[in-house]
């Protein structure tokens, strides 16, 4: 694997943008996987009480977020895995979305976990593709 060696305005911004990427995701993921009900205090994972199944999602989540998040800190290191990184989290960001739509349709509303949701997945799919355009100019 080839070490990382742009240094133009575009590749620092690039690396920015995907580390914030990656970052937050490795932090958020880390919480959801390993307390949930930690994550529910802060409001950032719905209320879970009385759902063992639904923690089992939150921390599969989590763990989601933690990978994904370890392909973009990863890049930062290696150029080469650098598309895959943006991709996958471009991806699972869209998914994400995807669902939370459904889910706001099949509750006839949007809630505050959706809501809340819908903004998270959005900027990590944008600040995604941004890295990754600017990576290629």
Do not use: C
């Not at 994550?39 to 719905?46: G, K």
């Not at 973009?72 to 960001?93: F, H, N, P, S, T």
């Not at 099949?106 to 997945?121: A, F, K, W, Y």
């Amino acid at each position: 694997m080839s070490h990382r060696s742009d240094t133009g305005k575009a590749g620092y911004i690039a690396r920015g943008l995907l580390g914030l990427n990656a970052g937050l995701r490795v932090v958020y993921g880390l919480g959801a996987a390993l307390a949930p009900q930690r994550m529910e205090a802060l409001r950032l994972a719905p209320a879970l009480a009385e759902r063992p199944d639904g923690r089992l999602f939150v921390r599969a989540f989590g763990g989601h977020m933690v990978l994904v998040g370890a392909l973009g800190l990863a890049a930062l290191r290696w150029q080469r895995g650098e598309g895959i990184a943006v991709a996958a989290a471009v991806a699972i960001d869209l998914s994400d979305t995807g669902v939370a739509i459904v889910e706001a349709q099949r509750r006839g509303r949007l809630e505050e976990d959706l809501s809340g949701g819908l903004v998270i997945s959005g900027l990590g799919a944008v600040t995604a593709a941004l890295a990754g355009a600017a990576s290629r100019r």
